[in-house]
Structures are given as structure tokens and as C-alpha cells.
């Protein structure tokens, strides 16, 4: 391994790898590959006419080299093979496709064996999206800070003992030398890409191939994106029940009371059994339904802040915009500024 920044990364390309399985989809995997190919070559030729020197060769890797179809029906021909052979400075694994349901079983087990040697060579690795599943398989992040996309970090909490999973940020460097490094889901590995090139390159020059490419760090994290994935029906027949019903009355005086009422438990017994059926506490259920909705309205519609806070249950707009920044990171204002836009595109007829 070279270190960043030294002599001899100065002296020839920073060697980065792209794993390719077929669990994997294409658009990260070139579009990775574009964004490492960029630095040090683009900017020159925008600005002077004259591609300059490639900085970083990434190179499409896989077990065997041959062809493959991926998971979006795209394919790809890898460039390189892994084996006891090939070290590069970094290599990189992104968005990968399985049943969450029954986990990854043994579908990345001659990735995960190489991952493990290459990390006892001091390897960096890289992954965004679900590839982080990757590094759990491989035994790499117990007691180790980690991401993933918004939608799975419930998922890796309970594979994955003593990970200590961060949903709301979009990159997460942690491990031994900082060498595992992790971006969270959709286009956050480009927040990857640009990581990677200030690290081996120079900051300066990951600003270049931002603006290049027009790519907008992700600085606010994963929060303004996250949905509310994680509150499945619950087994529990009472507390299911009682998921259905604030559904449609959250936007009532007191609902956490009405769901007790409905349950006929003791209210002990009820905040009990509704923490251990969803792993939320009624009033942050509640909460979470009521910025749902409120994001919605915010997306789709021009009533004002005071208006949705009404609208989802609040009668103290205040109160309502400080719990939604707190949640989700973004006041109300700035929130509708990001996505009101994309909420109002017209659809087709």
C-alpha cells in the first residue's frame, strides 16, 4: 500500500478498484469509475483544450474476470481479477442487490475471503449504498462506526453485532487508519468518489472534479431522504391494530391515549409492548408519521409552514419546525426549497 499524498503517488496513477458481482448495478460502477477517471484529466481540458495526466486508474474488478450481467440487466467485462496478485490503493464496493428478508447468505463468500486478506495488507476499502453489507460479512465492523443506505441500517444493527450504525450520515470513515470508509445510499458515492480523490489526490483537486461534474456534497447526510421504511406491521395482533388506526388519526389531539384506549392494556403494559413490537416508543411513532406527512405536503404544495404544522397535528408551528429540523435536519423552509421543485413536476396525462 502507498501512502496519500507520498512521492511515489505522485510518480504514477493511484490504483482503485470497482468490484463487480452480479448482485451489483451498473450505474454505480461506471459512473464511479467516470468520476475517479476525471481527476487530474477534465478540468485541463475544459479549461485549456488539453486532457491533462489521469490521476487515478480505476479498474473494473470481479473474482474471475469473465463478463457478467448485473442485477438491472446491464453488463459489464471486468478489467482485472482478484487474486492473491492484485493490491490496489483502495478498492470499492457499491450498491449490491439482495432479499433483506434472508440476508446475503453465502452469495459474497469468495469476496468476503479475499476482502479479509486484503485487509490484513493494510487495504483501504471503500463502499457505498448496501456494499457495506460486505464488510459485515467479512467480520470488519464489529465495534466500528458505520452507514449504509437509509433503508438497511435496521438491518445491519441486528446481522452485524456491536456495528454502531449512523443512518443520518452520508459518510462515515472508521477502522484501523481509517481504511474502511462508507457512503450512504443512492448517488452518496459520489460523495465517495470525491472523498477518495481529495485522499490520495488534494482537496483542491476534488473541488475540480466536483465542478466538473456538477456533483453536490452531501452535507446535510442521509436524513432529509429518509422515509419511514422501518415501521413494518407489527406481529403483535393488538399493537398491529393500533399501527392502522394512528395511521389515519395522527393528526388527532392526543393519539398516543386513543392507541391506548384502543389496545385496552394499562398504559404501562402498552408503551411496553409497542416499543418491543415496533422498537419506537409510541409518541416518536407518532412524531415520525406526523414529519411524513408533513414532508409531503411540503413537497407538493405551497401552504405555508404554519398551515402543514395544522395540518399534521400541531397547533405550535414553532414546536412543529423545531421537532422537523431536528428529524430530519433541514427547517421546514429549507426542506421545501430542496424538494418542492421535484414534488411539483407534472406528470404525464
Same mark, same amino acid.
Given at each position: ?42 478540468? #485541463? ?53 439482495? #432479499? ?16 479479509? #486478506? ?27 462506526? /458505520? ?10 444493527? *441486528? ?38 480523490? /481529495? ?26 431522504? /429518509? ?40 398504559? *404501562? ?14 409518541? #416518536? ?50 426542506? *421545501? ?13
Amino acid at each position: 500500500m502507498v501512502a496519500e499524498n507520498s512521492p511515489e503517488t505522485l510518480r504514477r496513477p493511484i490504483e482503485v478498484g470497482i468490484l463487480a458481482v452480479p448482485q451489483a448495478t451498473a450505474s454505480p460502477i461506471y459512473g464511479m469509475q467516470e468520476v475517479l477517471a476525471s481527476a487530474g484529466r477534465d478540468w #485541463d481540458f475544459l479549461m485549456q483544450g488539453t486532457p491533462g495526466e489521469g490521476l487515478i486508474n480505476a479498474s473494473i474488478v470481479s473474482m474471475d474476470g469473465e463478463p457478467m450481467e448485473l442485477s438491472n440487466g446491464g453488463w459489464v467485462k471486468p478489467a482485472k481479477t482478484l487474486d492473491d496478485r492484485y493490491c490496489p490503493d483502495a478498492l470499492c464496493i457499491l450498491e449490491v442487490v439482495f #432479499d433483506p428478508a434472508s440476508g446475503p447468505g453465502d452469495l459474497f463468500a469468495r469476496e468476503t475471503r479475499w476482502l479479509k #486478506d486484503y485487509w490484513r495488507k493494510d487495504g483501504l476499502i471503500a463502499t457505498a449504498c448496501t456494499g457495506a453489507v460486505l464488510l459485515g460479512e467479512a467480520g470488519l465492523l464489529a465495534g466500528e462506526d /458505520a452507514t449504509t443506505h437509509w433503508g438497511f441500517c435496521d438491518f445491519m444493527a *441486528r446481522r452485524y453485532p456491536g456495528v454502531r450504525m449512523h443512518p443520518e450520515r452520508a459518510l462515515v470513515a472508521s477502522g484501523t487508519g481509517q481504511r474502511l470508509i462508507m457512503s450512504g445510499g443512492g448517488t452518496s458515492w459520489m460523495d465517495l468518489g470525491l472523498y477518495l480523490i /481529495a485522499r490520495f489526490c488534494s482537496q483542491a483537486e476534488a473541488v475540480r472534479v466536483a465542478k466538473v461534474h456538477l456533483i453536490e456534497w452531501h452535507e446535510t447526510g442521509q436524513q432529509p431522504f /429518509a422515509s419511514v421504511s422501518h415501521q413494518r406491521q407489527s406481529d403483535d395482533a393488538v399493537i398491529g391494530r393500533c399501527q392502522q388506526w394512528v395511521a389515519h388519526h395522527y393528526d388527532q389531539p392526543s393519539p398516543v391515549a386513543g392507541m391506548i384506549s384502543l389496545s385496552g392494556l394499562s398504559e *404501562r403494559s402498552f408503551h411496553r409492548r409497542f416499543r418491543q413490537a415496533t422498537g419506537m416508543t409510541p409518541i #416518536d411513532y407518532v412524531l415520525t408519521l406526523r414529519l411524513e406527512e408533513a414532508k409531503q405536503i411540503l413537497e407538493t404544495s405551497k401552504v405555508s409552514v404554519e398551515a402543514v404544522a395544522e395540518m399534521v397535528g400541531y397547533q405550535d408551528a414553532a414546536f412543529f419546525s423545531r421537532k422537523f429540523q431536528q428529524r430530519v435536519g433541514l427547517t421546514p423552509a429549507q426542506y *421545501r426549497r430542496k424538494f418542492g421543485g421535484v414534488g411539483r413536476l407534472p406528470a404525464n396525462e
